[in-house]
């Protein structure tokens, strides 16, 4: 017998935009900490099928010490406040995370930060860092990146993978549905070579609970 599926539990006011001093705050430290020569940013999510920059350089790029993980709500890129949706970050872990460095191009930088910081720390869930990843064909360079704060109030933690089915199942946002966002992430991870089970195994579970939501194509 199947017994149904407690319904979520959504969170309540977890989306706060920072104000315009606080953004300001934050990008200044970031950039009083730039290291010398050219920008590289990675990316990790949706910066790899979208950029908000121009850049003259796109490598595959491995971080160490970091790993990609849905462990954020999202309420305005791909959810909403009645019916958030899970998005991704960086997490400090054991393993590593595979995704792309683009080299920023020069003359372009101003334009860059601010499409960067509107992008990126808008909520503050994510903190700017620079850290030491492999380049392919560069060797080891600094980049920027963007990593979670797990005491902010976005911060959604780990969940079994059928509670994050029902979440991401029918979520939408400003930028896109929340399954769209997950099977994009996919696709560009396996054009970098690289397979995740537990992300497959994720978007099967969420086309399954869609499948039974809105009907096959056979009925």
């Known amino acids: 017998m199947n017994f149904p599926t407690p319904p979520v539990r959504w969170p309540q006011g977890i989306y706060r935009e920072l104000t315009r001093e606080e953004r300001r705050h934050r990008l200044e430290c970031i950039r009083g900490q730039r290291p010398d020569g050219a920008i590289w940013v990675f990316g990790f999510g949706s910066l790899m099928w979208n950029p908000c920059f121009l850049y003259d350089r796109r490598e595959t790029a491995v971080l160490d010490g970091w790993e990609r993980k849905f462990h954020i709500w999202t309420s305005f890129a791909r959810g909403t406040a009645e019916r958030p949706g899970l998005g991704l ?16 191009l020069p003359g372009h930088e101003e334009r860059d930060w601010r499409a960067l910081w509107w992008r990126e720390m808008t909520a503050g869930i994510y903190q700017a860092v620079w850290c030491e990843t492999e380049v392919e064909g560069k060797g080891t360079v600094p980049v920027l990146t963007f990593v979670v704060d797990r005491d902010h109030r976005q911060y959604a933690g780990p969940m079994e993978t059928e509670s994050m089915a029902r979440i991401i199942a029918g ?27 537990e992300l497959t195994t994720l978007l099967n579970a969420v086309d399954l609970r869609e499948g039974l939501r809105y009907g096959s194509a056979d009925d």
Request: proline share 5%.
């Open 89 to 104: 970050c960086l997490e400090s872990g054991p393993g590593t995370c595979k995704g792309v460095a683009f080299r920023l």
């Open 171 to 197: 979520a939408a946002g400003k930028y896109g549905t929340c399954r769209d966002y997950l099977a994009n992430t996919i696709h560009e991870m396996r054009a970098l070579g690289v397979a995740d089970p």
